[in-house]
């Protein structure tokens, strides 16, 4: 290939062509270069054959690089057309729409809405900045049991926006065009051109002619079916199929269907965060349920460490012993006397009972309540007679 495209670069041109073949003395006065020249110049349409043998090395691998594409559009126009989970869908945006227009005269009670407003969905937000019009829709449709096919239904959106109608439409002219100056040049050759010993161009090309033809014929019917079926689906949304590009079409369904999917995913998301938060305050709350009932059940023991019944009876101590020091004194004889009538009345040292010593009391290590943990709060849910949006 890359000799080919070399000779062809470097072939002399029609002028060049006339002043060789004009040329009578002597080649052997003419450099390498110029009797290669002249050489070349004998050969009839030298340039032309060349770009016809480089087309014929790639005319096969072109057609299948085409097909796929053609395929990619016409399959996303059938889809858009033909997907009921997909009505489902922008039934719901057009009541929403009504719903935020509602008691506007000129826009409100459509029946309709241009496919430019699915891009506008998840930049419509709230008041509050914490939810947006394409929440909304996407827990709408998390209902509808008619709808929940969509994304699979507009599968092929992201292939077909990454093709352009316009740039498939001026491939398969190019090889609708260099197939047909082909078969001309052959039809004139064969005419006007005295055939030179060994040149066997023209039935090499006759063949390929004939070999390609079943190849172009089916080329140019996916060609057709996407050109009518694209019109269709274009007419079918209220647009103008001259005017919009199928790269241009397409991608506002692919990119929906990708914010669909992204806010699918966030909603799944935050709900298990908040289904997370409220198990945990569950957990937080029975704990402090448990701490609260074990404190009611070691309240002596608290009230021997310091408690409020432990305050009580010290503050009953501190009174008795204010009024005892606050007594008349009394004299030595009379606590003589009173000592001594003790003794009498005390029992024998035998049979004195030994005095009982109150045991310790256990040290009761406190308990320490854990700090309440931290949680994120989610975006509230979106109340279907509460929300205001703009």
């Known amino acids: 290939e890359q000799h080919l495209r070399t000779m062809r670069d470097f072939a002399p041109d029609d ?97 309709g809405f241009k496919i430019s407003f699915l891009t506008k969905l998840e930049s419509t937000r709230t008041k509050d900045n914490k939810s947006n019009l394409l929440q909304y829709v996407v827990k709408k449709v998390q209902n509808l049991p008619d709808a929940a096919s969509f994304i699979s239904d507009l599968k092929t959106m992201s292939q077909a926006a990454r093709v352009s109608n316009q740039t498939l439409t001026e491939e398969v002219n190019e090889i609708k065009t260099k197939l047909q100056d082909i078969k001309s040049d052959i039809d004139d050759n064969d005419e006007t051109v005295e055939m030179i010993e060994g040149d066997r161009f023209q039935e090499v090309m006759k063949d390929f002619l004939e070999s390609s033809a079943s ?56 709900k298990e965060a908040e289904e997370e938060r409220e198990r945990r305050e569950q957990q937080r ?65 035998a049979h004195r009972k030994r005095p009982e010593i109150i045991p310790r009391p256990q040290q009761i290590s406190p308990v320490v309540v854990p700090p309440p943990m931290q949680f994120s709060v989610n975006e509230e849910e979106i109340e279907d007679d509460n929300e205001t949006f703009f």
Do not use: C, W
């Open 15 to 111: 002028k060049e062509v006339a002043t060789l073949r004009a040329y009578k003395g002597k080649l052997d006065r003419f450099s390498k270069a110029d009797q290669f020249a002249y050489e070349l110049s004998t050969v009839p349409k030298f340039s032309e054959r060349l770009t016809a043998l480089l087309f014929q090395m790639h005319f096969q691998s072109k057609v299948d690089e085409i097909k796929p594409d053609l395929v990619a559009i016409i399959n996303a126009s059938r889809q858009l057309k033909s997907s009921q989970g997909f009505r489902a869908v922008l039934r719901v945006i057009l009541q929403v729409g009504n719903k935020l227009n509602e008691g506007n005269m000129r826009i409100g009670g459509a029946t």
């Open 285 to 349: 709350e029975e704990r402090k349920r448990l701490l609260q009932k074990q404190g009611k059940s070691t309240g002596v023991q608290s009230a021997s460490l310091g408690g409020p019944q432990g305050f009580e009876d010290i503050t009953q101590m501190r009174q008795k012993l204010r009024a005892t020091k606050s007594s008349p004194l009394v004299g030595r004889r009379e606590i003589d006397e009173r000592q001594g009538a003790s003794h009498r009345q005390q029992p024998p040292s």
């Open 215 to 270: 190849s172009l014929e089916e080329l140019l019917s996916l060609f057709e079916t996407m050109k009518t079926e694209y019109k269709e689906v274009v007419t079918f949304f209220g647009e103008d199929p001259v005017k919009m590009r199928s790269d241009e079409f397409f991608a506002v369904f692919s990119d929906f269907v990708q914010s669909f999917q992204r806010t699918e995913i966030a909603i799944v998301k935050a």
